[in-house]
């Protein structure tokens, strides 16, 4: 059976301080709370990596993730943070192309595909977001943006390295607005990327594929989303900054 994740966002919240206090709240509550048959990963701002790894040592359920990273390997990139100074951390995921990367930052499939072949040449499994804007869905091309998203963002990547990434469908709409996508058009989409995964890589590997949901998901209708056969989890932003929501939203799994 595939790989079960519910995810943590933080985005640019948490001061390193209050960082670790969360952490170590989601950490302790996971030791008591949580069975296993999910994995959990905390995605937070750079400045908190390694010392989360640190506290998450010897948990099992626990990983930590960053954000973002550069395209390149090193070099002149004032401000910027390579792949392999996040796997330096003990960081094991990056979330690459969230929508907010891409609307704010102008990242595009292009870009994206570079970074997600360097995450991986450094160790780093990349949790890809993909996702249309309200109006893609209204026009009826949303099935389209997603498609052309997963073939310039990640399907240029082998067997093998696919076989590390991890999916998101994070309706743009439903981001942090408090409207969350039905459980049914979640797992609508969700059976399209599947398809779209067996069409380039075959059947085995779209299965084994994990593809989490993400917008305005809670404790409270994780356990619809979650209990569709194709939602193998969730990518959460503003219910992660609160370890008995995000707990909760992972017990779902339990
Ligand atoms: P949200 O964010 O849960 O606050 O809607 C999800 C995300 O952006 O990953």
Redesign the pocket.
């Known amino acids: 059976m595939r790989k079960k994740i519910v995810a943590g ?1 933080w ?1 640019m919240n948490m001061d390193y301080e209050q960082g670790l206090s969360l952490f170590s709240e989601v950490v302790n509550m996971a030791h008591d709370e949580v069975t296993g048959k999910q994995h959990i990963v905390v995605c937070s701002p750079f400045i908190h990596l390694h010392s989360l790894v640190q506290l998450a040592k010897g948990n099992i359920k626990v990983s930590v993730g960053a954000q973002n990273a550069h395209q390149a390997e090193s070099g002149a990139y004032t401000g910027e943070t390579s792949a392999k100074m996040i796997h330096s951390t003990g960081a094991e995921y990056v979330i690459l192309g ?1 929508s ?1 990367r891409r609307q704010y930052f102008g990242e595009t499939n292009e870009l994206l595909a570079k970074k997600t072949d360097t995450a991986l040449a450094n160790g780093l499994k990349p949790i890809f977001c993909i996702g249309e804007t309200l109006q893609e869905r209204e026009t009826n091309v949303h099935f389209d943006v997603i498609k052309t998203q997963l073939e310039e963002g990640v399907f240029h990547l082998s067997e093998e390295q696919f076989g590390q990434v991890v999916l998101a469908y ?1 309706p743009v709409w ?4 408090g409207v969350t996508a039905t459980s049914a058009q979640a797992q609508e989409i969700h059976v399209f990327i599947r398809k779209e995964i067996a069409k380039k890589y075959g059947q085995e590997l779209a299965d084994s594929t994990t593809i989490l949901y ?4 809670n404790a409270k209708n994780a356990g619809d989303l979650f209990g569709q056969p194709d939602i193998d989890g969730g ?5 992660s900054l609160k370890s008995r929501d995000f707990i909760d939203i992972a017990k779902t799994f339990n």
Not at 214 to 217: A, E, P
Not at 235 to 239: C, E, N, P, T, V
């Open positions: 966002n985005k969230h907010e994070e439903a981001i942090g607005t993400g917008g305005s998901c990518l959460i932003g503003g219910a």
